[in-house]
């Protein structure tokens, strides 16, 4: 019988952390990404770290040849969400799903570079479709915002190079996925400090005009217990579940953060650029029957992210 209460779980968890997180970056404009995401990794490693003291999570005994190994996973990680965090400040969350879409692409163009791998021709037509929709989306976006695009290339890029590392490269290195987000969550948090000061975000701050608004100290708190919930819920069902009930969970999960998003954010379209999101969201569909229906393979545009959890 499949756990359709933890698949319920995961989807709620995944909407709710992204609304949670656009709402204190795009409403209360709190568009400082290294002061956020520094808060976000530390209630993350303190939960962890609770939740291994009371026997919830194995976190195992992290040797120093383990952590050493994970570190590089660990940099790209904090780019990855801090990167994601300033995309997500500026693109309506229609627009932030589907180019997230573009991460599996990348992989596919790191992976031929890297290991000489060639997807099929099959899943090269849905990596097409993927491209075309997302370029499209782009070039009609009528809430355009070049800094907002930049950031998600960034994203984007760090996502897929974040995949390839851990898939390829440190494949071989003896840790387990709780211990992997627990270094992730210290190693971003010790590099996301010193960026504080060094990019000026903990003296820009102070202007911030919502520090004693009760909002955004929940909003803050819920992003990070959400956050990492939503972490390890999907660690739990990445494990559990076949590859073919992960891949429609994640689609699910992508295809209703797009659809109800409108009714809660402000979100201006035009006729065109509505067309160029549904072939976004059909494109992605597209994408996973491939992968799961076609190739029995576990698709998913999941980043390492937690990144949804920017």
Known sequence: MKPWWL??????????????NKYVLSVLKFTYPTIFQGWQTLVGFLMLTVFGKWQYVDTGSLSRTSVKGWLPAGIIYASVIY?????????????FVIFQNMTP?????LEWGYLGQIPSFDIQISYLWMLVSALLVWQ?????DEGGYSWMGVHIFSSALYNVYTSHI???????EVSKLYCNYLFALLILIPLMVVLGDAFYARSFPFWFYYKFHVGCLLSGILGTFLSLSNLKLNDKLSSNSYGWMCLTARVLLTLTSVFFFDF????SFLICVMSGVFSDVCYVYTRIIVHDDKATTWTPVEAERV
Not at 83 to 95: E, M, Q
Not at 105 to 109: D, E, F, G, L, N
């Open 7 to 20: 698949i319920i779980t995961f989807v709620a968890l995944y909407i709710a952390t992204n609304f949670t």
């Open 140 to 144: 009609n976006d009528p809430q355009f």
């Open 268 to 271: 201006y379209f035009s006729t």
């Open 83 to 95: 990167s994601g965090s300033k995309a997500l400040s500026k693109l309506a969350i229609p627009v």
């Open 170 to 176: 440190a494949s071989n290195i003896k840790i387990s």
């Open 105 to 109: 692409i990348t992989v596919a163009v």
